[in-house]
């Protein structure tokens, strides 16, 4: 069956430094990836998506995703976090015709 | 504004009830989706609806019953057969279902807090 798999359910990182989410994807044959933030109590925003049209894709609030084939990842990025990035990330993937599938999340802690 | 709106935020339930949780939409969206989240599981879809008068089960979807009279609605019954019911449930709705193009995306409410009391 597909998946994805999200490494480190907690993440910590000083306001300032690069922040890396990790999301790896089981599949022959790439599917459509998703990055999704929930701040707490909340419903899920969008932050990007990769649909084929290019490997590198940028996103709201300064993050991107590069998709990598080779490495069946897509990788969540941002140069420098901040305060108000603390959040729980969730990366998903789905295919046509298909409902979206998550990840388990990444809790992304922010230190000042 | 078009969006998704989630009804009650937070809902009780005595152990032996169904209780129902309204999800509406007005983005005139074909598809619309149940999921449920719990602490360390990410969401897990419950049920899924691609056009009105038709739905289909998700991976979690025993103890669980859903109708789709109405483009606009799509209310998920959580049954007393639901041993677990506690948990943080979204709704959320797509274009179509699985359609994903550069410019489509799938929309959430923000969401109905269920405790079993």
């Known amino acids: 069956a597909q998946s994805v798999t999200q490494l480190g359910s907690h993440v910590s990182v000083s306001e300032g430094a690069l922040v890396l989410l990790r999301c790896n994807y089981s599949s022959s044959v790439p599917p459509y990836l998703f990055w999704y933030v929930q701040y707490p109590n909340q419903g899920l925003q969008l932050l990007l998506k990769y649909t084929s049209a290019a490997t590198l894709v940028k996103g709201i609030n300064g993050f991107e995703a590069e998709f990598k084939k080779s490495e069946t990842s897509f990788h969540l990025t941002k140069p420098s976090a901040h305060m108000s990035d603390a959040a729980e990330y969730f990366c998903a993937y789905s295919n046509s015709g298909y409902a979206l599938n998550f990840g388990k999340g990444t809790s992304l802690l922010v230190t000042p | 504004d078009g969006g998704i709106t989630q009804s009650p935020k937070y809902l009780f339930r005595k152990e032996g009830q169904n209780v129902t949780l309204s999800c509406e939409q007005n983005?005139?969206?074909?598809?619309m989706y149940w999921y449920r989240q719990d602490p360390g599981q990410g969401l897990r879809l419950i049920y899924y609806?691609?056009?009105?008068?038709?739905?289909q089960k998700g991976d979690i979807a025993e103890g669980y019953s859903v109708s789709r009279e109405k483009k606009e609605s799509f209310p998920l019954t959580v049954t007393s057969a639901q041993k677990n019911p506690t948990a943080f449930y979204l709704c959320a709705s797509s274009i179509d279902l699985g359609k994903w193009t550069t410019n489509t995306e799938a929309f959430f409410g923000q969401g109905t807090r269920l405790t079993v009391v």
């Open positions: 609806s691609q056009i009105v008068n038709d739905f």
């Open positions: 983005l005139n969206h074909d598809a």
